[in-house]
């Protein structure tokens, strides 16, 4: 498996992920009697959506590092710790057909796309870098493994990951399904 065909992949979906994002965001706002099917659908199924949106971030992280040889920053690591565990509180969530997690996949997800956020503007050169090397990590979290469109990098994929599956839970939460 080439990295290069992986990561166009991963960069179309973090596309489609984007615009995805813009729409949630659009539909969390539009008042009650606006509401539409899509709304009612994507809040029913936020839960699965969110699981398939965590499992793919997770698999592309694991791909990049065990794979791919990428070695992972410590705000990767970070990220992370912020993106593994949503797998399987999802996962078991889902087969025990309860909807109680989701308070805290919420917050997981919002602690994660600033952290995102921030590590993709330190790879722009949009805020000052700090020494990774200084903590006991050799590689910058300034380096650029991806850059696919002129502007997705790994740390963009995460951001968009993360603000998907908080934009999905708090859909969830505005809708009665909660």
């Known amino acids: ?3 290069a065909h992986i990561s166009r992949f991963l ?3 973090t596309v489609f992920g984007q615009l995805t ?6 539909l969390i706002f539009l008042p ?12 029913k199924n936020s839960y699965i959506f969110s699981f398939i949106v965590a499992l793919m971030a997770t698999s ?12 992972p920053c410590i705000l990767c690591w970070y990220q992370r710790i912020l993106m593994y565990p949503q797998v399987a ?3 078991v969530a889902l087969w025990k057909n309860e909807k109680i997690i989701t308070d805290y996949i919420l917050t997981l ?12 503007l330190l790879q722009r050169g949009l805020v000052p870098n700090i020494s990774c090397s200084a903590v006991g990590f050799s590689i910058s979290c300034a380096e650029k493994f991806v850059m696919n469109f002129g502007y997705i990098t790994i740390p963009l994929m995460a ?11 708090l859909l969830f939460k505005r809708s009665k399904n909660f």
Do not use: C
Request: charge should be neutral; charged fraction near 5%; hydrophobic fraction near 55%.
């Open 89 to 91: 509180l999802l996962a």
């Open 109 to 120: 997800s919002l602690l994660g796309t600033p952290l995102s956020i921030y590590h993709y």
């Open 159 to 169: 951001a968009t990951a993360f603000a998907l599956i908080a934009l999905f839970m």
């Open 32 to 43: 009650t009697q606006k509401r539409s099917f899509i709304f009612n659908f994507i809040s």
């Open 21 to 26: 994002v813009v729409l949630l965001a659009l």
């Open 1 to 3: 498996m080439d990295p």
């Open 60 to 71: 592309g992280s694991l791909y990049y590092s065990e794979i791919a040889g990428f070695t």
């Open 11 to 13: 960069s179309i979906l």
